[in-house]
């Protein structure tokens, strides 16, 4: 079983940054990478960004390509969302989920209960 905690969530403004974490305990076998997720209100969890624990480029949605940087810690088993150059279209829930890819496709296991991120204009 995999246990997910995210933090760092608040309230950022238009143009400024905020990082996120995310926390993983237990093992998922054969898992790849890892990878954020959102869901603002009324609309679909989307993919954000994916990072493999091996090394590989992280991948990024284009909507957030360029602005915002994933990044992990193997020894902490963390990850993180450096959210940067904010608009107020990235308010949303974030989540984090174990992938056996690192793609927005998936699949993806194992939810976090996300943390909250509101971009004030």
């Known amino acids: 079983q995999v246990q997910l905690v995210e933090s760092g969530g608040g309230l950022g403004q238009a143009g400024g940054s905020l990082r996120l974490s995310c926390a993983a305990s237990?093992?998922?076998?054969?898992?790849?990478?890892m990878g954020w997720f959102r869901q603002a209100p009324g609309k679909e969890r989307g993919f954000v960004a994916g990072?493999?624990?091996?090394?590989?480029?992280?991948y990024y949605a284009d909507s957030v390509e360029g602005r915002f940087t994933i990044s992990r810690d193997n020894a902490k088993n963390t990850i993180y969302l450096e959210m940067s150059s904010l608009k107020h279209d990235d308010t949303a829930l974030y989540s984090c989920?174990?992938?056996?890819?690192?793609?927005?496709?998936?699949?993806?296991?194992?939810w976090g209960q996300g943390t909250q991120v509101t971009v004030s204009s």
């Open positions: 990072i493999s624990w091996i090394g590989d480029s992280p």
């Open positions: 237990g093992r998922a076998g054969g898992a790849y990478g």
């Open positions: 989920s174990v992938g056996w890819t690192i793609g927005p496709k998936g699949p993806y296991d194992y």
